[in-house]
Protein backbone atom coordinates (compact mmCIF):
# COMPACT_ATOMS: atom_id res chain seq x y z
CA UNK A 1 0.00 0.00 0.00
CA UNK A 2 2.83 2.61 1.03
CA UNK A 3 4.75 1.26 -2.42
CA UNK A 4 1.30 2.30 -4.33
CA UNK A 5 1.17 5.56 -2.46
CA UNK A 6 4.45 6.71 -3.27
CA UNK A 7 4.08 5.63 -6.75
CA UNK A 8 0.79 8.16 -6.83
CA UNK A 9 2.47 10.94 -5.65
CA UNK A 10 4.93 10.32 -8.18
CA UNK A 11 2.98 9.95 -10.96
CA UNK A 12 1.53 13.57 -9.73
CA UNK A 13 4.92 15.07 -9.29
CA UNK A 14 5.64 14.55 -12.80
CA UNK A 15 2.32 15.38 -14.41
CA UNK A 16 2.91 18.61 -12.52
CA UNK A 17 6.60 19.25 -13.80
CA UNK A 18 5.85 18.27 -17.25
CA UNK A 19 2.53 20.63 -17.80
CA UNK A 20 4.86 23.69 -15.99
CA UNK A 21 7.61 22.94 -18.79
CA UNK A 22 5.09 22.57 -21.13
CA UNK A 23 3.59 26.61 -19.82
CA UNK A 24 7.02 27.78 -19.80
CA UNK A 25 7.62 26.68 -23.32
CA UNK A 26 4.38 28.18 -24.60
CA UNK A 27 4.69 31.68 -22.94
CA UNK A 28 8.62 31.32 -24.02
CA UNK A 29 7.36 30.67 -27.38
CA UNK A 30 4.66 33.75 -27.31
CA UNK A 31 7.42 36.06 -25.74
CA UNK A 32 9.69 35.10 -28.49
CA UNK A 33 7.13 35.81 -31.16
CA UNK A 34 8.08 39.23 -32.92
CA UNK A 35 5.77 42.43 -32.72
CA UNK A 36 5.25 44.75 -35.77
CA UNK A 37 3.57 48.10 -35.17
CA UNK A 38 1.36 48.91 -38.54
CA UNK A 39 0.45 52.82 -38.68
CA UNK A 40 -1.94 54.17 -41.25
CA UNK A 41 -3.00 57.58 -41.98
CA UNK A 42 -6.99 57.23 -40.99
CA UNK A 43 -9.75 54.68 -42.16
CA UNK A 44 -10.74 54.94 -45.80
CA UNK A 45 -11.21 51.97 -47.54
CA UNK A 46 -7.82 52.11 -48.88
CA UNK A 47 -6.17 52.08 -45.76
CA UNK A 48 -8.67 49.46 -44.24
CA UNK A 49 -8.14 46.84 -46.37
CA UNK A 50 -4.19 47.07 -46.19
CA UNK A 51 -4.17 47.11 -42.44
CA UNK A 52 -6.81 44.16 -42.68
CA UNK A 53 -3.89 42.23 -45.13
CA UNK A 54 -0.95 42.87 -42.77
CA UNK A 55 -3.33 41.41 -39.43
CA UNK A 56 -4.44 38.30 -41.91
CA UNK A 57 -0.55 37.69 -42.70
CA UNK A 58 0.75 38.04 -39.23
CA UNK A 59 -1.76 35.36 -37.71
CA UNK A 60 -1.06 33.37 -40.42
CA UNK A 61 2.58 33.63 -39.95
CA UNK A 62 2.66 34.09 -35.86
CA UNK A 63 3.50 37.77 -35.74
CA UNK A 64 1.73 40.18 -33.87
CA UNK A 65 0.55 43.16 -35.45
CA UNK A 66 -0.41 45.96 -33.41
CA UNK A 67 -2.45 48.12 -35.75
CA UNK A 68 -2.52 51.87 -35.43
CA UNK A 69 -4.60 54.83 -37.52
CA UNK A 70 -3.71 58.16 -37.13
CA UNK A 71 -6.85 60.26 -38.32
CA UNK A 72 -5.27 61.85 -41.02
CA UNK A 73 -3.20 64.22 -38.66
CA UNK A 74 0.51 64.10 -38.35
CA UNK A 75 0.61 64.60 -34.37
CA UNK A 76 -1.51 61.46 -33.95
CA UNK A 77 1.16 59.54 -36.31
CA UNK A 78 3.70 60.52 -33.84
CA UNK A 79 1.95 59.64 -30.99
CA UNK A 80 1.06 56.24 -32.62
CA UNK A 81 5.01 55.94 -33.14
CA UNK A 82 6.09 56.87 -29.67
CA UNK A 83 3.49 54.24 -28.32
CA UNK A 84 4.99 51.67 -30.03
CA UNK A 85 8.30 52.59 -29.47
CA UNK A 86 6.99 52.56 -25.49
CA UNK A 87 5.90 48.91 -26.30
CA UNK A 88 8.84 47.66 -27.74
CA UNK A 89 7.85 46.32 -31.09
CA UNK A 90 10.43 45.14 -33.33
CA UNK A 91 9.77 47.18 -36.15
CA UNK A 92 7.00 49.28 -37.87
CA UNK A 93 5.31 49.90 -41.04
CA UNK A 94 4.41 53.21 -41.59
CA UNK A 95 2.09 54.51 -43.83
CA UNK A 96 2.55 58.14 -43.19
CA UNK A 97 0.18 60.91 -43.70
CA UNK A 98 2.53 63.55 -45.36
CA UNK A 99 5.64 63.55 -46.68
CA UNK A 100 6.67 66.38 -44.47
CA UNK A 101 5.69 63.65 -41.09
CA UNK A 102 7.41 60.89 -42.78
CA UNK A 103 11.08 62.73 -41.33
CA UNK A 104 10.07 63.30 -37.86
CA UNK A 105 8.54 59.63 -37.65
CA UNK A 106 12.05 58.06 -38.73
CA UNK A 107 14.24 59.70 -36.90
CA UNK A 108 12.30 59.06 -33.74
CA UNK A 109 12.26 55.30 -35.14
CA UNK A 110 16.11 55.54 -35.49
CA UNK A 111 16.86 57.27 -32.30
CA UNK A 112 14.54 53.66 -30.40
CA UNK A 113 16.77 51.54 -32.48
CA UNK A 114 13.70 50.07 -34.18
CA UNK A 115 13.72 48.92 -38.07
CA UNK A 116 10.85 51.13 -40.18
CA UNK A 117 9.56 50.04 -43.79
CA UNK A 118 7.55 52.08 -45.59
CA UNK A 119 4.45 52.23 -47.49
CA UNK A 120 4.60 55.20 -50.02
CA UNK A 121 6.64 58.00 -48.88
CA UNK A 122 9.94 56.86 -50.31
CA UNK A 123 12.56 59.54 -51.22
CA UNK A 124 16.40 59.90 -51.71
CA UNK A 125 16.95 61.98 -48.80
CA UNK A 126 15.30 59.48 -46.07
CA UNK A 127 16.43 55.65 -48.50
CA UNK A 128 19.25 55.09 -45.94
CA UNK A 129 17.38 55.76 -42.60
CA UNK A 130 14.60 53.52 -43.33
CA UNK A 131 14.78 49.26 -43.91
CA UNK A 132 12.83 49.31 -47.12
CA UNK A 133 9.59 50.76 -49.15
CA UNK A 134 6.63 50.06 -51.14
CA UNK A 135 4.50 51.82 -53.31
CA UNK A 136 2.92 51.96 -56.61
CA UNK A 137 4.60 54.07 -59.18
CA UNK A 138 2.18 57.00 -59.23
CA UNK A 139 3.67 58.22 -62.75
CA UNK A 140 3.09 54.49 -64.90
CA UNK A 141 -0.37 54.59 -63.22
CA UNK A 142 -1.29 57.66 -64.45
CA UNK A 143 0.71 57.48 -67.51
CA UNK A 144 -1.96 54.33 -68.00
CA UNK A 145 -5.49 55.93 -68.04
CA UNK A 146 -3.71 59.32 -69.75
CA UNK A 147 -2.85 56.98 -72.80
CA UNK A 148 -6.36 55.16 -72.70
CA UNK A 149 -7.99 59.07 -72.79
CA UNK A 150 -5.88 60.54 -75.11
CA UNK A 151 -6.71 57.01 -77.52
CA UNK A 152 -10.21 56.79 -76.71
CA UNK A 153 -11.50 60.23 -76.37
CA UNK A 154 -10.70 62.78 -79.68
CA UNK A 155 -11.38 65.97 -78.28
CA UNK A 156 -12.58 67.64 -75.43
CA UNK A 157 -12.31 69.14 -71.77
CA UNK A 158 -10.47 66.70 -69.18
CA UNK A 159 -9.59 67.19 -65.80
CA UNK A 160 -8.35 64.87 -62.79
CA UNK A 161 -10.37 64.47 -59.16
CA UNK A 162 -7.02 64.20 -57.01
CA UNK A 163 -6.42 62.28 -53.79
CA UNK A 164 -4.73 64.01 -50.92
CA UNK A 165 -2.46 65.98 -52.33
CA UNK A 166 1.33 66.74 -49.87
CA UNK A 167 2.55 63.13 -49.63
CA UNK A 168 4.11 63.17 -53.38
CA UNK A 169 1.68 59.92 -54.70
CA UNK A 170 -1.49 62.02 -55.63
CA UNK A 171 0.97 64.60 -57.11
CA UNK A 172 2.67 61.79 -59.53
CA UNK A 173 -0.80 60.08 -60.23
CA UNK A 174 -2.06 63.80 -61.99
CA UNK A 175 1.47 64.03 -63.55
CA UNK A 176 1.48 60.69 -65.23
CA UNK A 177 -2.08 60.88 -66.36
CA UNK A 178 -1.49 64.40 -68.35
CA UNK A 179 1.59 63.72 -69.47
CA UNK A 180 -0.24 60.94 -71.69
CA UNK A 181 -3.32 62.55 -72.38
CA UNK A 182 -2.46 65.95 -73.57
CA UNK A 183 -0.32 64.14 -76.04
CA UNK A 184 -3.68 64.32 -77.70
CA UNK A 185 -3.35 67.79 -78.66
CA UNK A 186 -7.19 68.16 -79.18
CA UNK A 187 -7.80 67.80 -75.44
CA UNK A 188 -7.79 70.76 -73.17
CA UNK A 189 -6.96 70.47 -69.07
CA UNK A 190 -9.42 72.69 -67.04
CA UNK A 191 -7.53 71.99 -63.74
CA UNK A 192 -6.88 69.22 -60.68
CA UNK A 193 -9.27 69.30 -57.99
CA UNK A 194 -8.48 68.12 -54.57
CA UNK A 195 -11.14 65.14 -53.32
CA UNK A 196 -8.78 64.19 -50.49
CA UNK A 197 -9.87 60.80 -50.83
CA UNK A 198 -13.09 61.17 -49.65
CA UNK A 199 -16.82 60.35 -51.46
CA UNK A 200 -18.45 62.79 -50.23
CA UNK A 201 -15.82 65.63 -51.45
CA UNK A 202 -15.57 64.15 -54.87
CA UNK A 203 -19.28 64.20 -55.08
CA UNK A 204 -18.48 68.04 -54.29
CA UNK A 205 -16.47 68.95 -56.73
CA UNK A 206 -17.68 66.76 -59.55
CA UNK A 207 -20.62 68.87 -59.61
CA UNK A 208 -18.08 72.19 -59.29
CA UNK A 209 -16.48 70.78 -62.46
CA UNK A 210 -19.67 69.97 -64.36
CA UNK A 211 -21.38 73.07 -63.36
CA UNK A 212 -17.87 75.51 -64.50
CA UNK A 213 -17.54 73.19 -67.40
CA UNK A 214 -20.91 71.63 -69.12
CA UNK A 215 -19.02 70.70 -72.27
CA UNK A 216 -16.91 68.41 -69.88
CA UNK A 217 -15.38 65.04 -71.96
CA UNK A 218 -13.64 62.59 -69.15
CA UNK A 219 -12.22 62.81 -65.67
CA UNK A 220 -9.60 61.13 -64.13
CA UNK A 221 -10.64 60.03 -60.38
CA UNK A 222 -7.76 58.84 -58.27
CA UNK A 223 -9.57 56.14 -56.77
CA UNK A 224 -12.70 54.37 -56.71
CA UNK A 225 -14.40 55.39 -53.48
CA UNK A 226 -13.88 58.95 -54.84
CA UNK A 227 -15.40 57.73 -58.30
CA UNK A 228 -18.59 56.74 -56.63
CA UNK A 229 -18.80 60.14 -55.65
CA UNK A 230 -18.36 61.24 -58.76
CA UNK A 231 -20.98 59.22 -60.11
CA UNK A 232 -23.59 60.23 -58.13
CA UNK A 233 -23.05 63.89 -59.38
CA UNK A 234 -23.27 62.81 -62.93
CA UNK A 235 -26.05 60.47 -62.38
CA UNK A 236 -27.79 63.62 -60.53
CA UNK A 237 -26.85 65.90 -63.17
CA UNK A 238 -27.67 63.27 -66.44
CA UNK A 239 -24.45 63.93 -67.42
CA UNK A 240 -23.39 59.93 -66.87
CA UNK A 241 -23.13 58.96 -70.57
CA UNK A 242 -21.24 62.48 -71.83
CA UNK A 243 -18.45 62.30 -69.22
CA UNK A 244 -16.06 59.20 -69.33
CA UNK A 245 -14.40 58.22 -65.95
CA UNK A 246 -11.24 56.25 -65.21
CA UNK A 247 -9.73 55.48 -62.12
CA UNK A 248 -7.51 53.58 -60.04
CA UNK A 249 -6.53 50.72 -57.44
CA UNK A 250 -9.23 47.92 -58.53
CA UNK A 251 -11.30 47.57 -55.10
CA UNK A 252 -14.33 45.96 -54.63
CA UNK A 253 -16.66 49.29 -55.20
CA UNK A 254 -14.53 49.47 -58.29
CA UNK A 255 -15.24 46.19 -59.74
CA UNK A 256 -18.94 46.72 -59.04
CA UNK A 257 -19.15 49.52 -60.76
CA UNK A 258 -17.21 48.29 -64.09
CA UNK A 259 -19.32 45.53 -64.19
CA UNK A 260 -22.11 47.83 -64.42
CA UNK A 261 -20.48 50.27 -67.10
CA UNK A 262 -20.02 53.49 -64.92
CA UNK A 263 -16.72 53.24 -64.71
CA UNK A 264 -14.90 52.28 -68.09
CA UNK A 265 -11.68 51.84 -67.25
CA UNK A 266 -8.82 51.36 -63.71
CA UNK A 267 -5.34 50.72 -63.00
CA UNK A 268 -5.71 47.89 -60.17
CA UNK A 269 -3.37 46.63 -57.83
CA UNK A 270 -4.12 45.32 -54.09
CA UNK A 271 -3.64 47.45 -51.15
CA UNK A 272 -3.73 44.12 -49.14
CA UNK A 273 -0.95 43.09 -51.24
CA UNK A 274 1.10 45.63 -50.71
CA UNK A 275 0.80 45.47 -46.61
CA UNK A 276 1.62 42.02 -47.08
CA UNK A 277 4.68 42.23 -49.38
CA UNK A 278 5.38 45.17 -46.73
CA UNK A 279 5.28 42.98 -43.71
CA UNK A 280 6.88 40.02 -45.51
CA UNK A 281 10.24 42.14 -46.45
CA UNK A 282 10.40 43.59 -42.84
CA UNK A 283 10.75 40.07 -41.37
CA UNK A 284 13.32 39.09 -44.12
CA UNK A 285 15.05 42.33 -42.72
CA UNK A 286 14.93 41.36 -39.23
CA UNK A 287 16.14 37.58 -39.99
CA UNK A 288 19.27 39.26 -41.02
CA UNK A 289 18.39 39.20 -45.15
CA UNK A 290 18.65 41.81 -47.76
CA UNK A 291 15.48 44.13 -48.54
CA UNK A 292 15.53 46.55 -51.69
CA UNK A 293 15.23 50.07 -50.77
CA UNK A 294 12.46 50.54 -53.50
CA UNK A 295 9.92 48.03 -54.40
CA UNK A 296 6.88 48.84 -56.74
CA UNK A 297 3.30 47.36 -56.19
CA UNK A 298 2.33 45.03 -59.50
CA UNK A 299 -0.20 46.70 -61.18
CA UNK A 300 -2.43 46.33 -64.46
CA UNK A 301 -5.24 47.99 -66.91
CA UNK A 302 -8.27 46.56 -66.00
CA UNK A 303 -11.97 46.73 -67.88
CA UNK A 304 -14.79 44.84 -68.15
CA UNK A 305 -12.74 42.22 -70.26
CA UNK A 306 -10.34 41.43 -67.95
CA UNK A 307 -12.30 41.83 -64.71
CA UNK A 308 -11.53 38.15 -63.61
CA UNK A 309 -7.57 39.10 -63.98
CA UNK A 310 -7.44 41.43 -60.94
CA UNK A 311 -5.95 41.00 -57.63
CA UNK A 312 -8.46 41.21 -54.85
CA UNK A 313 -8.29 43.69 -52.69
CA UNK A 314 -10.13 41.60 -49.47
CA UNK A 315 -7.30 39.38 -47.80
CA UNK A 316 -7.46 35.76 -48.14
CA UNK A 317 -5.24 32.48 -47.19
CA UNK A 318 -4.56 32.17 -50.61
CA UNK A 319 -3.29 35.70 -51.44
CA UNK A 320 -1.56 36.08 -48.39
CA UNK A 321 0.97 32.65 -49.36
CA UNK A 322 0.80 33.74 -52.94
CA UNK A 323 2.57 37.06 -52.04
CA UNK A 324 4.82 35.43 -49.67
CA UNK A 325 5.96 33.41 -52.33
CA UNK A 326 6.90 36.35 -54.49
CA UNK A 327 10.86 36.69 -55.16
CA UNK A 328 10.67 40.36 -54.86
CA UNK A 329 14.14 40.81 -56.01
CA UNK A 330 13.78 39.44 -59.16
CA UNK A 331 9.98 39.48 -60.12
CA UNK A 332 8.82 43.30 -58.71
CA UNK A 333 10.87 46.37 -60.04
CA UNK A 334 12.65 48.67 -57.52
CA UNK A 335 13.30 51.67 -60.04
CA UNK A 336 10.89 54.31 -60.79
CA UNK A 337 10.12 54.46 -64.09
CA UNK A 338 11.03 57.86 -65.12
CA UNK A 339 13.26 59.44 -61.69
CA UNK A 340 10.04 60.62 -59.59
Known amino acids: MKRKSLLLVFAVFLFISLAGSMLFAARATEKDGLTIAYVRPGNYEYYKYAADGV????????????????????????????????????????????????????????????PMFMVYGFSEQNKDRFVGSIQSDGIVSGNLMGKWIAEEISEGEIACIAGMLGRGDAESYRDGFFEEALKNKNLVNVGTYPGDWDTQKAFNVMQDIITAYPNLQAVFVQNEGMSMGAIRALEEAGKLDQVTLVSQNGSPDGEVIIKEGKLTATVGWSCSQESILALHMLIDHLDGKDVPKLTLTPMKVITKSNLDKIVPWIPSEDLVNLSWKIDYWKDLSHEFAKGQ
Open 55 to 114: ILAGELKGIKILDYQSDNQAEREMANIEDAITLGVDGIILFSVSASAIDAAVVKANDAGI
